[in-house]
């Protein structure tokens, strides 16, 4: 069927529109199913493949639910999903709540790493998830079922589970304290867990996410992002369930290859937009669109409402280059939503109000790292992105080491309290005991608080230490990203221990230079840029592209970086003697 022949999902209707108020995510499929909005899935040129309503996407999840019964899945099972997007992996991920059985969503393979790495990575998520089975896109049935075939799972393509019976059964009543989902949080610094998010969790995110944005009844969401990572499982697919919106798709891979394809469906959509990247996505786009001339002529971006940014640290420069190179084509600065959030917390904890825009403050370095400014040198400063206020019922504290709330510009600690904070990791209880204290959430975060606003200033787990001095991995990446020909995830810095026993910050970098003697240069300009940030000599390591490992949500981990070099995984380029 032809895009001309199909008509998207409306963008408004005559069903009131209820924001996430619901006992269970159960309930929030059932009334989403009475109005006429739903999902709409488009191939790699942004053309409409596929419409979805929420009416079809319910009566394929009973029908699923109904199978998942048969099979012999029960409340509190686990069911592992490979989250492509589309209309299989939606349908499922409903039935399995339908059916009381968790979904865990795990991600697709990605252009990172290959085949053996992905088997790798979905076997230790299945034997941490701990499933009852596997359920997968017919394509990558090789790869799930040898991932499947290490922990005994079974595994069997949602085209070939589809097919099986599914005979009348009573569904079981949910609960708002049972948990809905196990969701993997991105492991960027941390081994990936499974957090543990119960009904009422969800519902009470979703509706904070709705409150805090002001969703408007003509608002439509336009979405790329992956549905094995927060941002887009929860805020562009959840959400838009239990709280009517319909939605525009594109595969993540569809976006890697034709980035522009996003603004092109944005622009399609007649009413207003919420739509929702990392930097990074921005960051592409400007680059992409720069040699270009037409953009007022391919592009109406004048009613993107909500342009949201809280994946990653949010780079004031990469916005503005964004802002830049799209403003003829209607869009407007006062659009960008920056925000902060983590699975742990469902999705969201602040964002910015609506219409505030990027906000920065530009704060000295040595505050950043707590330490003492050298007053022999010029001081330096980062700009500190304003992530928005706390989205409703949830408090945030800034917190010294100590346990102690700090005041107003003082850096420290963020925790969060709140009914979307997580329920555990899951099967982990010193993990969950680690970060859950009293109700409270330790973030593993660094900020301050200024007027009831968050900013956030970097990862208290990738701090790097030399000498009792603090440097911030960003710091360092960003000074090395200013050279001619690197890209932002193209660095990886972290400490080392050198052969005297001391630490030393260390850096990865991709190199596209194939003569040795050019690398030789390239290094020793590098050690330069770095000293100049830190101060001290450092150890450069030049590594081929895509060498450096990235989480399920395609962002650098600094971790498993240091883990591949120490264990010689990642493996140096020679240079010229």
């Not at 009973?62 to 099979?71: H, K, P, S, T």
């Not at 596997?134 to 589970?161: G, H, K, N, T, V």
Request: glycine share 8%; proline share 7%; aromatic share 8%.
């Amino acid at each position: 069927m032809t895009d001309a022949a199909l008509t998207p999902t409306p963008n408004d209707c005559d069903l009131p529109r209820i924001r996430a108020q619901f006992s269970t995510f159960n309930e929030a499929i059932d009334y989403a199913a009475r109005s006429e909005k739903g999902l709409n899935f488009h191939d790699m040129r942004g053309q409409l493949e596929r419409v979805y309503p929420f009416s079809e996407l319910r009566e394929d999840a009973l029908d699923m639910a109904r199978r998942l019964i048969a099979f012999g899945i029960g409340p509190e099972d686990r069911v592992a999903l490979i989250a492509e997007t589309g209309p299989d992996f939606a349908a499922l991920f409903c039935a399995c709540v339908y059916a009381g059985a968790w979904p865990v969503p795990l991600p697709l393979p990605t252009t990172f790493g290959g085949k053996d790495n992905f088997i790798d990575q979905l076997a230790v998520q299945l034997e941490s998830s701990d499933p009852e089975i596997l359920l997968y896109p017919e394509e990558i049935a090789e790869m799930a079922d040898a991932a499947a075939a290490r922990q005994s799972c079974a595994a069997e393509s949602w085209q070939a589970f589809a097919e099986r019976k599914a005979p009348a059964v009573e569904l079981p009543q949910a609960d708002p304290q049972d948990i809905c989902y196990l969701q993997y949080s991105s492991g960027s610094t941390r081994f990936p867990q499974g957090v543990a998010v119960t009904h009422e969790a969800l519902l009470h995110n979703l509706y904070g996410h709705s409150t805090s944005m002001d969703l408007q009844p003509d608002e439509r969401c336009v979405s790329w992002l992956p549905w094995y990572h927060d941002m887009g499982l929860v805020g562009c697919l959840l959400s838009l369930i239990a709280n009517q919106v319909s939605g525009d798709y594109l595969k993540p891979d569809a976006f890697a290859r034709r980035p522009l394809a996003w603004l092109d469906l944005i622009s399609r959509n007649k009413g207003r937009t919420l739509s929702y990247s990392p930097t990074f996505g921005y960051d592409i786009c400007a680059r992409r669109i720069s040699s270009q001339s037409n953009v007022a002529e391919r592009f109406d971006l004048s009613r993107w409402r909500l342009a949201g940014n809280g994946a990653d640290m949010i780079r004031p420069d990469v916005m503005q280059s964004f802002v830049n190179a799209f403003a003829d084509a209607g869009f407007s600065a006062d659009a960008f939503t920056p925000s902060y959030g983590l699975a742990e917390a469902v999705l969201g904890v602040t964002v910015m109000p609506p219409g505030e825009g990027i906000r920065v403050e530009l704060v000295e370095e040595e505050r950043l790292s707590g330490t003492p400014r050298d007053i022999t040198r010029p001081a330096r400063y980062r700009a500190i992105v304003n992530c928005g206020k706390p989205m409703p019922d949830m408090i945030v504290e800034i917190r010294d080491e100590d346990g102690k709330p700090r005041g107003d510009h003082q850096i420290g600690k963020v925790w969060c309290q709140g009914p979307s904070v997580m329920h555990s990791y899951f099967r982990n209880e010193e993990a969950t005991a680690a970060c859950l204290v009293d109700g409270w959430l330790d973030t593993g975060d660094m900020g301050y608080m200024a007027d009831g606003y968050l900013f956030i200033v970097g990862r208290a787990k990738d701090m790097i230490i030399i000498n009792g001095k603090n440097h911030w991995p960003q710091d360092i990446e960003w000074a090395v990203e200013q050279l001619p020909g690197f890209n932002h995830g193209d660095i990886a810095a972290f400490a080392v221990e050198t052969d005297n026993g001391e630490e030393a910050p260390a850096v990865l970098v991709h190199c596209r230079v194939s003569d040795p003697i050019e690398r030789v240069k390239l290094r020793e300009q590098i050690s330069d840029k770095v000293r100049s940030v830190t101060g001290m000599s450092c150890v450069v390591e030049l590594v081929p592209p895509r060498t450096l490992p990235r989480t399920s949500s395609g962002k650098l981990s600094r971790a498993k970086a240091k883990k591949l070099y120490l264990s010689g995984e990642i493996v140096p380029l020679e240079l010229a003697a």
